[in-house]
Nanobody
Framework: QVRLAESGGGLVQPGGSLRLSCAAS????????MGWYRQAPAKQRELVAS???????NYADSVKGRFTISRDNAKDTVYLQMNSLKPEDTAVYYC???????????????WGQGTQVTVSS
């Protein structure tokens, strides 16, 4: 069984910073791409940032220059450093990962449970 667990959300003032973490655990053979999505109230879930196994990154235009995605393969963890936060960044943030479980010859997309980020004064 594979599980993704996010942490690091919370309440921050505009212009502040937060760092989200997402650790994968369980019967993992390989982790390929990892990413962060967010969903604000009454809006669709959207991609925030993604990172491949070769550390190639991709960002939504709305977060370029403010957010940085990174990963620690030794810890099976992906991070999202969020700087210069704005009220419009308020959302539930979800991580996902493309994972091949041990003993399974196929990849599956796994999702975390989400962590709330609120940017407000």
């Amino acid at each position: 069984q594979v599980r993704l667990a996010e942490s690091g959300g919370g309440l921050v003032q505009p212009g502040g910073s937060l760092r989200l973490s997402c650790a994968a655990s369980g019967s993992i053979a390989s982790i390929y791409a990892m990413g962060w999505y967010r969903q604000a109230p009454a809006k669709q879930r959207e991609l925030v940032a993604s990172i491949t196994g070769d550390d190639d990154t991709n960002y939504a235009d709305s977060v370029k220059g403010r957010f940085t995605i990174s990963r620690d393969n030794a810890k099976d963890t992906v991070y999202l450093q969020m700087n210069s936060l704005k009220p419009e960044d308020t959302a539930v943030y979800y991580c996902n990962a493309d994972i091949r479980p041990i003993g399974i010859f196929a990849n599956y997309i796994y999702w975390g449970q989400g962590t709330q980020v609120t940017v407000s004064s």
